[in-house]
């Protein structure tokens, strides 16, 4: 059963008032600063009343909400763009009491799942969720009560999207723990964090206790997935994986390498051959791997050849056929790009180039953006860490081959193929710039081989985020001088 507040009042008083009596507990906060005592509340009446007559002496300060003490789950939105790309989720799908903030919304749920900690995926997708021990800021400076969301709804109305939340903490421990038992040790990979792997993993949690395939069982997943198959029929990709001339093509391009009877495994590294293309009693041609004794079609073969994740495997089956059908019907702009890295001796320019290129031509048949994370990068090269698939994308970009835009908060950004590539400019670069050790490109190497301007615009993210101790010490005299008076900045600095 859902709750709705009568009237969207304009007083602070009222409205904390009006939501006191739907049980919900509101604070005064400064900032992010709750004031003193807003997590100790003996007498939830008497505690309110102070909070009134707090209000009629700072009527400037924000209005937080105690979510442990209200029983509610809040929904911090702070990048909306990643967070709908990842669940193609809105404010407008959590129709529920909501504000917007300074950089995206606030979603306010009953908690009758019974969820009892927080969740931070915001560097990865731009969204916290929040239950235990937290303030959160409703109504104030910056913060605008949502008047088409006053209705209070349950959590358990959005029941496939907590189990997600689930499966996304469970991957990240999953990660963690990998990292600490392989640290030390030789031949591991510490990103392996396949989430929906072969063993039956319970996800043991006060709230779900589901096996990890559940998760493809719920109705955002089947809707995706429904979506991505129809996309790729409408490809007719079946008639190409007939079509000899066309696979000799494509294994050129993915895999560099020629489809034959017998021919070394792609998908293993080794001196003698374990791996055949066959064409099937239907004519179409397959892949053999005999490490295994799986067969597998040709896009079948690039999901595993990257290790695409389950969950990204309908994305990247659309970008993948779309992007080889374009260049074997003459798109040559990408072939000349491939050409070119070749000449690097560097495998993983090309497969890195084939990944984002993939992504960033998908775009034109679907109309919307899509990105390669480093985190995935990383994961589809075994790259064991992300600073290598960072170097391998800020190489690109100094060489005009991707462009970087940022995305949302954090290191949230989009790759995507530079549209203004001069190819024979890049031809000739490949000559003097082969010899870089491309996994040890920091900035200053970078600034000694590259135009300064083009090095200090693509790392002029972390350069902000970087401030001089000097520079720290100011703000802070300036911001204290004006909030509270020139001699208690002054006294600050001496007390530094």
């Not at 040790?185 to 709230?207: G, S």
Request: with cysteine; net charge positive; aromatic share 14%.
């Amino acid at each position: 059963m859902t709750t709705k507040l009568q009237v969207l009042l304009n007083s602070k008083s009222e409205i904390i008032g009006q939501l006191f009596e739907l049980g919900i507990i509101c604070t005064l906060a400064e900032g992010k600063k709750g004031i003193k005592g807003w997590n100790s509340i003996s007498n939830r009446e008497q505690y309110i009343k102070r909070i009134l007559k707090c209000l009629e002496q700072n009527s400037n300060y924000n209005i937080a909400i105690n979510l442990e003490a209200s029983n509610l789950i809040c929904l911090d939105i702070d990048d909306p763009e990643a967070f709908r790309k990842f669940f193609n989720f809105d404010s407008e799908t959590f129709s529920t009491l909501s504000c917007n903030t300074p950089r995206g919304f606030h979603s306010y749920l009953k908690n009758d799942l019974g969820i009892n900690q927080n969740y931070d995926f915001k560097r990865e997708y731009g969204f916290e969720v929040h239950a235990k021990n937290h303030l959160s800021n409703f109504l104030g400076e910056n913060y605008e009560i949502n008047e088409n969301h006053t209705e209070i709804k349950n959590a358990s109305e959005f029941r496939d999207f907590f189990k997600q939340v689930q499966v996304l903490e469970n991957q990240k421990n999953t990660q963690s723990n990998n990292s600490n038992l392989t640290l030390g040790a030789k031949n591991t990979n510490p990103l392996y964090t396949e989430v929906f792997n072969k063993r039956e993993e319970y996800l043991n949690t006060e709230v779900f206790n589901v096996l990890k395939e559940e998760y493809f069982n719920t109705e955002v997943f089947k809707k995706e997935s429904r979506g991505h198959k129809r996309i790729f029929g409408t490809l007719h990709f079946n008639d190409y994986e007939k079509d000899e001339k066309f696979i000799r093509f494509a294994f050129k391009i993915a895999f560099d390498a020629e489809p034959k009877k017998s021919m070394l495994c792609i998908l293993h590294s080794e001196k003698r051959p374990s791996a055949s293309v066959f064409q099937n009693e239907n004519g179409r041609f397959l892949y053999k791997d005999f490490h295994n004794n799986k067969s597998y079609s040709l896009i079948d073969l690039l999901l595993e050849y990257y290790r695409i994740p389950k969950k990204e495997r309908g994305l990247f089956r659309i970008a993948f056929a779309y992007f080889l059908e374009t260049l074997f019907l003459g798109d040559k702009r990408e072939f000349q790009i491939i050409r070119a890295l070749r000449r690097f001796e560097n495998e993983y320019l090309q497969r890195t180039f084939f990944l984002t290129a993939s992504l960033s031509k998908l775009s034109e048949l679907d109309n919307q953006e899509h990105f390669l994370s480093v985190r995935t990068l990383s994961r589809a090269l075994n790259l064991k860490n992300i600073t290598r698939a960072n170097r391998l994308l800020n190489f690109f970009c100094l060489i005009d081959v991707l462009q970087k835009k940022y995305r949302g908060i954090g290191l949230a950004c989009k790759y995507e193929v530079n549209e203004n590539l001069n190819i024979e400019t890049l031809m000739s670069e490949t000559v003097k710039l082969s010899e870089i050790d491309i996994f040890k490109l920091s900035r200053a190497k970078a600034l000694e081989l590259f135009d300064y301007e083009k090095v200090n615009l693509l790392y002029r993210r972390a350069e902000a985020e970087r401030l001089e101790p000097k520079e720290i010490l100011k703000t802070v005299f300036f911001y204290e001088m004006y909030k509270r008076g020139f001699s208690f900045a002054l006294g600050l600095i001496k007390g530094a």
